[in-house]
């Protein structure tokens, strides 16, 4: 077990320098992928959670179902899309845009039924139209909590992206799948470490986001949280 | 593909006694973890309450351990665990769900409105008896919250595990991928359903049963 | 004018609300209601924007139903402040101000002009514009949300329980600030309370409700106080009703004795220095040293300072001053009481009273606190 040889031994191959399985390459494919997966899922997820915390019909139904898709294993996910949609980006893209969506959805409903009620019925009584309201009023103090959720989903997608490896896509997680059939623990390894990299680059991003891109009323209203 | 059904009935008649054998793994894969991790995220907790400012950084390291892609941690503990043991899937799964039950614990423990806290110091309880008096059997709805939360995630990622050779349920996966044949896919996802479900339906009965003056479900954020 | 014609409002699950209530509240004056909480007053408020729809009757704005126009054009003219303000906590105090103006397509600068001239008029720095609601106290976001309320210049004003959740003092310097906007914009305010003190100061006209939005008594502050219409009113009234009335009428109809006339009461002398300002109360008699003056305003004061004055002032008497706090003369005990009497219907007569010995004993311990328990 030497970890610093088995390190030089991955970064060292040339093969991790250019071509296809080179780790720029690599990195690109997984952040396209979870890229593509994440930007689905909020266009599918954001607008409806949005309209079911507004109009509050359907929020018992979301919070059960989110809870509820937990239970989903991804491997199994992956596996049977691709079993029944044949290798490809729009085979794992499926699973992946069902993980994603789940937690914006509920942040989504969350964030807009959080927003102040005296806030809500004030905008309503100076005049404003419940579009205006929407999105003057709710979506602005809903997007810390949309942010979270965006957090969530992606630290979701970039793992079941390593996963979706196995059935032969590209990104990070084909170092970890390819070293471990091959027996070559320097590429697993080396890829699983890039692979936590990614995951806290990504949580930092999002930490950074929350604490610069917020308007600075919204920002300073969750402090004491 | 197109002539292959998603389930083939047979085999699931033939294999009962097997998919038995890789359910009972499975939960204990996934569910001894949330038990360790329980037991764990109480003391941390307790601490947390009682000094406050050791939760600042737990919390940060938690966060960060709670957002790392599973198959990753398992690979990189294969050289002290083993291949295809169950501590190499077990470890990673106990520190998952410690990272979500150190929050829920200490937002329970902090629940405790301020006035009904100082009234109990008011009365004579110590720091430590009151976190045990008060404060712990009311953040019980809560811990269940995480506890419900963090069973359900546990038993969906250990089938991760199968792609470093122990995922209980999750072998179905690899299996039915290499041959082609949807069926066991379909029987394990359908069968990790059924055992978090069960294990839903214990942890909700338990919350009544523990804490019967808790209505509402408390939110979990993760 | 606001008219609430048979209005009612029962819940989808039957409990009602506001059973049938009519009431007109006139253009350009203050109209309270008041009443405890579930006595249907925010309700019937909320009627008038239709953030709530009647379910019997009608609310008629100058004539027109209120029904028959569109919601959110109808609220853009009619100011809305609520308890917590409910201040936009994303938008800059400016731009939360200029509101009704953005939503009625006036463009950026315009409106922020007009904002920022409405900051003023409620009494906040012009540097307040840039601040978010956060970076508010209290009583300073109450302000904005007044100033969000007059921006588009509305003819109508709705406040609900506006100053609530401010301190006592905020409370006091808010009120006095709407009374003093009022004089100058002269709108039509129904205004929500279940503070029968602020419905008494700020009312013109008050509407005491019971539960379900029964009228129990609609009167002027005055009225109110002196004359409730039964038992249940005079209870929500609470006590020293009578002594707070005099807060509503004038100081001027206390008779006072012009400084030149002489500021000697029996061994009590009022000094004044070179301007004409009091200096104090001094006993001749006792050498002792000088005694604060407690002193009102005749002409813009109530008899109730005026009263409070008196009973203050170690020689009983109060010192009128002019807007200069210079003295104009002084008024007794007795002028004052004089004048508490001259406004009241005619007393009965105080059957009884006179046999006290309380009452017998008073002119002898008229001015000397410890001779009135009697020895100790």
Known sequence: MNWLSWLSDFIGSPDRRSGPDSILNRIAEHLALSAEALFYASLLAIPLGLLIGYTGRGVTFVTATAGATRALPTLGLVTLAVLLAGVGDTAVLLPLVALAAPPLLVAAVEGVRDTDPDVRDAARGVGMTHRQVLLGVCLPSALPALLAGLRTATVQVIATATVAAYVGLGGLGRYVIDGLATRDYAVTVGGALLVVLLAVAAQLFFALLARYALPPGIRAQRRPD | ?222 | MIRFDGAGKRHPDGTIAVGSLDLDVPTGRITVLVGPSGCGKTTLLRMVNRMVEPTSGRVLLDGTDVAELDAAKLRRGIGYVIQQAGLFPHRRVIDNIATVPYLLGQDRKKARARAAELLELVGLAPETARRYPFQLSGGQQQRVGVARALAADPPVLLMDEPFSAVDPVVRAGLQDELLRLQSELNKTVLFVTHDIEEAVKLGDQVVVLHEQGRIAQLADPHTLLTAPADDGVAAFLGRDRGLRGLALRPASTVDVRPTADGLRYGSWELTLDDTGRPIGWIDRAADAALLPAAGYRPATDTLRAALDAAVLSPAGVAVALDAEGRALGTATREAVLAALSAGLPAAPAPAGRTTTGRAEDAPATDGDPDGATGGR
């Not at chain 2, 043991?85 to 470890?91: E, G, L």
């Not at chain 2, 059924?194 to 294990?199: E, F, G, N, P, R």
């Open chain 2, 1 to 222: 593909m197109d002539d292959e059904p998603l389930v083939r009935w047979y085999w699931i008649g033939d294999h009962l006694g097997y998919l038995g054998g890789l359910l009972a793994d499975h939960a204990v894969i996934a569910l001894v973890p949330v038990l360790i991790g329980l037991l764990l995220a109480l003391p941390l907790g307790l601490a947390c309450a009682r000094f406050p400012r050791l939760y600042q950084p737990l919390a940060a390291v938690f966060n960060i351990v709670y957002a790392l892609p599973s198959l990753a941690v398992f690979v990189v503990l294969i050289p002290y665990t083993g291949l295809a043991t169950r501590a190499t899937v077990m470890i990673p799964l106990t520190f998952y769900a410690l990272a979500v039950l150190l929050p829920t614990t200490v937002d329970g423990l902090r629940a405790v409105p301020e006035p009904v806290r100082q009234a109990a110091t008011a009365m004579g309880y110590g720091p430590w008896h009151r976190l045990a008096a008060v404060e712990l059997p009311a953040s019980v709805p809560y811990l269940v919250a995480g506890v419900r939360v963090a069973a359900v995630s546990s038993i969906s990622l250990a089938s991760v595990g199968a792609l470093v050779g122990r995922g209980g349920l999750g072998y179905l996966f690899i299996d039915g991928f290499q041959r082609t044949f949807p069926t066991p896919i379909v029987a394990g996802i359908v069968l990790i359903a059924v055992l978090a479900l069960a294990t839903d339906v214990v942890l909700v009965t338990a919350r009544r049963l523990l804490a019967p003056w808790a209505v509402r479900e408390k939110a979990v954020t993760r």
